[in-house]
Nanobody, 124 residues
Framework: QLRHVESGGGSVQAGGSLRLSCLASGSAYSRRCWGWFRQAPGKEREGVAALDIELDTIIYADSVKGRFTIPRDSTANTLYLQMSKLKPEDTGVYYC?????????????????WGQGTMVTVSS
């Protein structure tokens, strides 16, 4: 059973940066897509970025392009999310999970092994 533990969240002012970590343990059973999601209060969970481990490609949601990256120092068992130029609308609980493949629409139902999440609060 794969397990994820997210960390690195906190409170920052708009324009600031944070680096989130997702530590994985256990087997991913060939689920090649490793993704970051977020959920703001009262809103649905939305995809932010995802790494295709086999193709070594990354996809980003339009809302975070140019501001968020999955750094290349992500390892086999730790996925990072580097967030910069943060905005108040980036506030939410950030989760990581795995899927069989990455698709630009980030269908949350395709992802499994969700962690408990880490809270990010961006103040204006």
């Amino acid at each position: 059973q794969l397990r994820h533990v997210e960390s690195g969240g906190g409170s920052v002012q708009a324009g600031g940066s944070l680096r989130l970590s997702c530590l994985a343990s256990g087997s991913a059973y060939s689920r090649r897509c490793w993704g970051w999601f977020r959920q703001a209060p009262g809103k649905e969970r939305e995809g932010v970025a995802a790494l295709d481990i086999e193709l070594d490609t990354i996809i980003y949601a339009d809302s975070v392009k140019g501001r968020f990256t999955i750094p290349r120092d992500s390892t086999a068992n730790t996925l990072y999310l580097q967030m910069s130029k943060l905005k108040p609308e980036d506030t939410g609980v950030y989760y990581c999970a795995r899927a069989w493949q990455c698709t630009p629409s980030f269908p949350a139902d395709d992802y499994h092994f969700w962690g408990q999440g880490t809270m990010v609060t961006v103040s204006s």
